[in-house]
């Protein structure tokens, strides 16, 4: 059975993460092959996740630290 382009956009980030089995990356493939709209998803989703990982990761300034400990204690005092 053929995939829609719903359940193959459903199914990429598990091709991507090598999650599928062999029948569901079948499908997937096929669908891909006849699908440009699918393709262009998927390079879009790789990129997407290509340009994620390459993100550095930022360290919170310590005076925002400090106001976010101080509201989140003053909300929990509040909720009590």
């Known amino acids: 059975m053929r995939l829609t382009c719903r359940e193959a956009i459903a199914r990429m980030s598990a091709f991507l993460g090598r999650e599928l089995g062999p029948v569901d990356v079948a499908r997937l493939v096929l669908h891909l ?7 262009a998803y998927l390079r879009t989703l790789r990129a997407t996740i290509r340009i994620a990982g390459r993100a550095a990761e930022v360290e919170m300034p310590e ?4 106001r976010l400990r101080a509201f989140l204690s003053e909300r929990t005092r509040g909720a009590k």
């Open 33 to 39: 092959c006849t699908c440009a709209p699918c393709r």
């Open 63 to 66: 005076e925002m630290k400090r």
